[in-house]
């Protein structure tokens, strides 16, 4: 059941432990009682590059599919030329109430753990180190750590197996009117904020 119109401005709120939330804007595409789409322009201080091509830049934008009670959350990155580069997957706290209100997320908890993968279906795992850290340092427990592990190695079987992402993601194209609009110009996400 839509709170409201769509598409929509939306405030994705977003907790990197042990800091506090973090908040970027986005569009609000798609709505359900089990998902959302947020399509949301991407800001970066430096490009990332992943098997030896940028997977995120300048101009970028991302369209995150949030669902309700999964362990990951999925961003389906184009380029400034709106060319699909990939998809980067965190691994997050479940989220049982996807929207807080009509106007923002829910509390998005990352885990750390990090899948980036190709088009082509190459995968790489990011930031297994800040997960090593932060259970050191006893920011999350080790049954947590165990938990986030092993839901990354069930992402990383049905990629595989050729069955993630699944087909309703990979269908998912951007809005046209939302990259031509000063509104989402000004929407911004910065990985590099991501990883403070």
Request: with cysteine.
């Amino acid at each position: 059941m839509s709170l409201g119109r769509l598409p929509r401005r939306v405030t994705i709120r977003y907790r990197r432990l042990p800091g506090g939330v973090r908040q970027f804007q986005g569009i609000l595409r798609e709505e359900s009682s089990n998902q959302l789409v947020i399509e949301q322009q991407l800001r970066v201080r430096k490009p990332r590059r992943q098997f030896g091509r940028v997977a995120v830049g300048k101009g970028y934008l991302a369209e995150w599919v949030i669902f309700r009670g999964r362990w990951y959350d999925v961003g389906k990155f184009y380029d400034s030329k709106r060319r699909l580069m990939g998809y980067y997957c965190d691994i997050i706290r479940p989220v049982m109430r996807l929207l807080s209100d009509e106007a923002k997320t829910s509390i998005i908890t990352d885990l750390f753990l990090d899948l980036w993968i190709t088009p082509e279906g190459r995968y790489v795992v990011l930031d297994e180190d800040e997960l090593e850290r932060v259970l050191a340092n006893h920011i999350i427990s080790t049954s947590l750590a165990r938990r986030t592990r092993r839901e990354l190695q069930l992402l990383i079987q049905s990629t595989q197996a050729g069955r993630f992402p699944p087909t309703s993601i990979r269908k998912i194209q951007p809005l046209s009117s939302v990259c031509d609009t000063r509104e989402a110009a000004e929407s911004r996400y910065s990985l590099s904020d991501k990883r403070s």
